[in-house]
C-alpha cells in the first residue's frame, strides 16, 4: 500500500501522458489497406506484410504503451 499512496497524487497526469503517447502512436502507424480493399478489390500484398524496422518497434511501443494505461487505469480504480 505505501507504494500506491506514494504513486497516487501523480497518476492521473500519467494516464494523461500515456493516452497521449498512446493516441499518437496508433495514429503514426500505417493503415494496412487501401480503400479497394473495402470494395472487392485485390489487395494480397496487406495480407502477407511483414513489420520490420521502425515499424516494429512503433507497433510494439503502442502494445507496451497500452499495457501501461491499462496497469495505471487499474491503480487509479484500486486506489
Known amino acids: 500500500m505505501e507504494i500506491i499512496d506514494a504513486v497516487l497524487p501523480a497518476l492521473p497526469y500519467v ?3 500515456l493516452a497521449i503517447l498512446l ?3 496508433i495514429l503514426l502507424q500505417q493503415r494496412g489497406s487501401s480503400l479497394g480493399g473495402a470494395f472487392g478489390g485485390d489487395n494480397f500484398s496487406s ?3 511483414k513489420r520490420r524496422g521502425a515499424e ?5 511501443f503502442t502494445i507496451g504503451v497500452s499495457v501501461l ?3 495505471a487505469t487499474f491503480l ?3 486506489a
Open 15 to 17: 494516464q494523461v501522458a
Open 23 to 25: 493516441t499518437a502512436s
Open 47 to 49: 495480407a502477407f506484410h
Open 56 to 60: 516494429l518497434f512503433l507497433f510494439k
Open 69 to 71: 494505461f491499462v496497469v
Open 76 to 78: 487509479n480504480i484500486l
